[in-house]
């Protein structure tokens, strides 16, 4: 951000503070007002936006084999697979529910062709379970902090630890969001209702102090602080989602005092990014890794998982995907250049 605003378009409040008011979830046999699909896989209804994916078996096939590999390659470290729905299959019309896009069904698809090295992590119905909270954003293709924090007591269960209570949290929120889910659909009049109800950007902050620095290669030199959490993003910053982990980050270091004797390294897209803040309670250090930022040639830098997990003692390994990621042969043959 270029500047701090005087008076800071946020609040801040104790873990008493009141959380978001969701808009309720549409009545699942309702049509919706517009059908987008034929625009990208798009449905509007009423002020929410969603994105179906259809899914891919063979590409599901390669993003096993690529998590596989990489608990060959890495074991002294325990690799987790934590695929996680997107909003779709929560507030659509049953209607539109079909088993192309059945997006439990392909997280369950995936998780039978997993090698047993591999611990999955189940978060689908525990997001189910509370999906009239304020999980996912209208305007945007991401989920909440809260979204990612139920999503976080599914690792935890995985991992075998307890998760921290969400009242631990000190909590604020960033208010006026409108993402990329309504500048896709912007130029459609039917948006305007999602225009005139934007989104809240909810954040917990870490209960203990830890720090963060960002790399732009593995080695690590020349790094830069971050916070974990920015509750001090200015006013021309249009995309709160940001306030996570300061966006999308090649590499970032986090080091807590959590004294566990564990080190967690996380490779994510931008829906691990509201994760980040709730695994400080749990690992002495944590690495977060942006596959689309390594190994592309040009400018991009080569970084190798398996030197780079040992070099750093390593213990836990987190690859966190939404929908498209391993339903896209092109996603995944990303990641796979990080375990080549």
């Known amino acids: 951000p ?6 800071p378009a946020h609040s801040t409040a104790g873990p008493s503070a009141p959380a978001p008011t969701p808009t309720p979830a549409p009545d699942p ?17 009423g002020d929410r936006i969603m994105h179906s994916f259809t899914t891919d078996a063979q590409s599901l096939q390669s993003y096993a084999d690529m998590l596989r590999q990489s608990a060959s390659q890495m074991p002294q470290a325990r690799v987790f697979s934590m695929v996680v729905p997107n909003s779709f299959p929560f507030y659509a019309p049953r209607s539109f529910l079909t088993p192309e896009n059945d997006q439990r069904d392909m997280i369950r698809q995936l998780y039978a062709m997993l090698d047993p090295s591999v611990v999955p992590v189940y978060t689908y119905d525990i997001l189910e379970a509370h999906r009239d909270e304020y999980l996912y954003f209208r305007a945007d293709h991401h989920w909440t902090a809260r979204g990612a924090y139920w999503a976080y007591t ?7 630890v307890e998760p921290v209570g969400l009242d631990r949290f000190e909590r604020g929120q960033y ?11 912007s130029k459609y009049p039917q948006s305007d209702a999602v225009q005139k109800n934007p989104d809240t950007v ?24 971050i916070p974990v959490v920015n509750t001090q993003l200015s006013d021309d910053v249009t995309n709160k989602y940001m306030c996570f982990t300061n966006g999308d980050q090649p590499l970032i270091r986090i080091r807590t005092q959590a004294d566990t004797g564990r080190t967690l390294l996380v490779v994510k897209e931008s829906y691990g990014n509201a994760l980040i803040p709730f695994f400080t309670s749990h ?5 977060v890794v942006d596959f689309r930022r390594f190994n592309r040639g040009g400018d991009t830098p080569p970084l190798k998982l398996p030197a780079f997990a040992k ?19 092109h996603f995944v043959g990303m990641i796979e250049k990080l375990t080549d």
């Open 202 to 225: 909810e954040y917990f902050l870490p209960p203990a102090a830890c720090s963060a620095e960002v790399f732009a290669t593995p080695e690590m030199t020349e790094g830069a602080q």
């Open 29 to 45: 046999g309702a049509e919706p007002a517009v059908d987008l699909q034929t625009k990208g896989g798009y449905l509007l209804i």
């Open 154 to 160: 599914g690792f935890c269960a995985a991992l075998g």
């Open 2 to 7: 270029s500047r701090t605003p005087e008076a």
């Open 283 to 287: 690992f002495d250090e944590i690495y």
């Open 175 to 185: 208010e006026g969001f409108l993402g990329s889910f309504y500048r896709d659909l």
């Open 311 to 329: 070099t750093h003692g390593v213990t836990d390994v987190l690859f966190v995907n939404y929908p498209e990621v391993p339903n896209s042969g």
